[in-house]
C-alpha cells in the first residue's frame, strides 16, 4: 500500500481550526439542508454540552503529527461559530464558549501565557482579545439580529470576522426562501458592525432563482459591491433532496435555472467583482487582497480541523469522524461520556481523491509533483482529454480549473477521482 504521509498535514507548519456548530433558527429557509431546529430553550443544555465535549475531547491530541501533549498544546489558527443561527446565542453563551476554547485548546495547564503581541486569541480577566491576526474567530450572523447592542456586544468578544447571510437584496426573492430579513436590513447591520470596529465582513449572495433575469441579478451585484465588504461568496440556488424547494420543484411549483443562464450568471459574477478589485480564490468565493476566508481555505488545504456540535465534523489528517445530526442524542451522549459519533478510515484514493476536489476548487489548483508518481501519472492521464478541450490548463505542473472549467467543475473533477 502506498505511504499516507504525503497525504497528511502537519502542524508544525499549519494549525488547527475548530468549527461550532449552533444548530439553532428562528425558521427554517426552504433550500437549506444543514442540519437544524427550532427549539431555542434548548440552547444553554447545548452550549453546556459542547463545552464539555470540548473538555473531553481536549484531554488527548486527536490531530495527527501535532506536537501537542494533553490539554493546551494544540495550537489554533481558526475558529467559526457556524449553523443554524449562532446570532441567537446569548453573550453569555458565546463567552462560555470563548473561554472554553481558551481553557482546553490554547491554554496550558489552566494558567494564561505570556505571550508577545501578534499571538493567539487570549482570555484577560473577564475580557477578551483577539492580538493581531493570527487567529481568524468567524461568527455566522442573521441580518436582522445585528443591533447596535448586538454588534458592540460581539466587538466585546473574540469576534474578527463576520459572515452574513444576505442572499439577495430583493424582498420578494427573500420571502420566496422563507428568510426572515428584509433587503434593507443587509447595508444597516454592515453599518452597525463597521460602526462597532469590525473590518472583515463577509456576505453570501445566491442566484438562479426561478423567474430571476441577469438584470435581477446585477442588481444584486451592484447592491453587495455598494456596501464594500472584504469578502463575497456567491451560490447557485440548489434543489436539495429532502428540502421543502425540492418538494416544490417535483411538484412542479417552481422551475430550476437553465444551464446557460446560470452560467453567464456565473460569468457576471466573476466579471464585476474582478473590476470591483475581488480575488476569485476559490469557485464560490472572492475576497480583497488579504481577505480570504483563513477558515475555509484550510478545508481546501487540508488542514485538519474539530468539529464541535450536534452534526459537526473533524478531520485529523488521515480520518473523519462526526457527531450524529440529532440534538437530542447529542446531548444526551455528551452527558453521559458517551458521545454519538461515527468515522470513516480513509484509504490512500479517497485521500487522492479529497486532494483533487478541494485542490481544483481553488485558484492555486493543484501541484501535480507532490503527488506519488503512481497518483500523479493517474491523475494526468485521467486529465488529457480536458487539457484538450480547455477546461482544465497545466503550467509548471499545476493543474487548475480554466475560466470556462469552473462552471462544469463537478463534471471535471470527478472524472480524476479514483475508485478503490
Known amino acids: 500500500m502506498l505511504e499516507m504521509s504525503w497525504l497528511i498535514c502537519i502542524f508544525a507548519c499549519e494549525m488547527a481550526g475548530i468549527y461550532i456548530h449552533v444548530p439553532f433558527c428562528k425558521s427554517r429557509c426552504i433550500y437549506c439542508d ?41 495550537d489554533i489558527q481558526t475558529v467559526y461559530l457556524g449553523g443554524g443561527t449562532p446570532s441567537l446565542l446569548t453573550e453569555n453563551q458565546l463567552r462560555q ?64 470576522r463576520i459572515s452574513m447571510g444576505a442572499q439577495t437584496f430583493s424582498d420578494h426573492r427573500l420571502q420566496f426562501l422563507r428568510r426572515r430579513h428584509q433587503a434593507a436590513q443587509v447595508p444597516l447591520a454592515v453599518e452597525r458592525l463597521r460602526k462597532a470596529g469590525f473590518t472583515n465582513i463577509s456576505i453570501d449572495l445566491m442566484y438562479g432563482f426561478p423567474g430571476e433575469t441577469l438584470a435581477d441579478w446585477q442588481a444584486d451585484i451592484d447592491q453587495a459591491l455598494s456596501l464594500q465588504v472584504e469578502h463575497l461568496s456567491a451560490y447557485a440556488l440548489q434543489y436539495e433532496e ?69 452534526a459537526a465534523h473533524s478531520f485529523d489528517g488521515e480520518n473523519r469522524r462526526w457527531n450524529v445530526s440529532d440534538i437530542h442524542r447529542y446531548m444526551e451522549g455528551i452527558e453521559k461520556g458517551e458521545p454519538v459519533v461515527e468515522r470513516e478510515i480513509l484509504t490512500p484514493d479517497n485521500r487522492y481523491n479529497e486532494v483533487v476536489m478541494t485542490a ?52 471535471v473533477i470527478v472524472e480524476l477521482f479514483k475508485s478503490s
Open 34 to 74: 444543514f442540519y437544524s431546529q427550532t427549539s431555542l430553550d434548548l440552547r444553554q443544555r447545548y452550549v453546556d454540552a459542547v463545552c464539555r465535549e470540548m473538555d473531553m475531547r481536549g484531554a488527548r491530541c486527536e490531530v495527527r503529527g501535532t506536537r501537542c501533549e494533553g490539554r493546551g498544546g494544540l
Open 97 to 160: 464558549l470563548f473561554i472554553y476554547i481558551n481553557k482546553v485548546y490554547v491554554m496550558e495547564g489552566g494558567e494564561r501565557k505570556k505571550e508577545t503581541r501578534g499571538s493567539r486569541c487570549e482570555v484577560r480577566g473577564a475580557r477578551f482579545e483577539v492580538r493581531g491576526s493570527r487567529c481568524e474567530v468567524t461568527i455566522e450572523c442573521n441580518p436582522d439580529d445585528v443591533t447596535e447592542d448586538f454588534a458592540f456586544m460581539l466587538s466585546r468578544l473574540p469576534v474578527n
Open 242 to 310: 429532502g428540502t421543502p424547494l425540492y418538494r416544490m420543484k417535483q411538484r412542479g411549483e417552481v422551475k430550476e435555472t437553465d444551464e446557460e443562464l446560470s452560467r453567464q450568471m456565473y460569468y457576471m459574477l466573476k466579471n464585476r467583482l474582478a473590476a470591483a478589485g475581488y480575488e476569485h480564490y476559490e469557485i464560490s468565493n472572492f475576497a480583497r487582497k488579504g481577505y480570504r476566508s483563513r477558515h475555509n481555505s484550510s478545508y481546501w488545504n487540508q488542514t485538519p480541523y474539530i468539529g464541535l456540535g450536534a
Open 360 to 411: 481544483l476548487r481553488t485558484s492555486d489548483g493543484l501541484q501535480t509533483d507532490s503527488l506519488p508518481e503512481a497518483y500523479r501519472n493517474y491523475c494526468l492521464e485521467q486529465s488529457r482529454p480536458f487539457l484538450d478541450s480547455g477546461l482544465l490548463s497545466l503550467d509548471n505542473g499545476r493543474l487548475r480549473l480554466t475560466r470556462e472549467g469552473l462552471f462544469v467543475s463537478d463534471m
